[in-house]
């Protein structure tokens, strides 16, 4: 069974910087792609960024030249970086598996950026 643990969230003011972090219960490698999304409230949980078992990336242009995802294989984790961030940020962000056929979730982080 394939457990994924955010961590890294909290609240901070606009212009500031968050790192997430997404923790796998194994090796990282097995996966083809690895992201976050993100869910305010009332919207519907969008893709943020993913990372490809490639190393290729791909962001939402919403946070395109602020975020920046990355990953480190030895220690089975994914992070997110979120710089200039705004208070349209402000959703629980979740981390994603995918291995086909399967998706995996963790259970998300919340981010709330004041003005």
């Known amino acids: 069974q394939v457990r994924l643990v955010e961590s890294g969230g909290g609240l901070v003011q606009a212009g500031g910087s968050l790192r997430l972090s997404c923790a796998a219960s194994?090796?990282?490698?097995?996966?083809?792609?690895m992201g976050w999304h993100r869910q305010a409230p009332g919207k519907q949980r969008e893709l943020v960024a993913l990372?490809?078992?490639?190393?290729?990336?791909n962001y939402a242009d919403s946070v395109k030249g602020r975020f920046t995802i990355s990953r480190d294989n030895a220690k089975n984790t994914v992070y997110l970086q979120m710089n200039s961030l705004k208070p349209e940020d402000t959703a629980v962000y979740y981390c994603?598996?995918?291995?086909?056929?399967?998706?995996?979730w963790g259970q998300g982080t919340q981010v709330t950026v004041s003005s």
């Open positions: 990372i490809t078992s490639g190393g290729g990336t």
């Open positions: 994603n598996a995918a291995r086909t056929p399967d998706n995996y």
């Open positions: 194994g090796s990282i490698f097995s996966f083809n792609a």
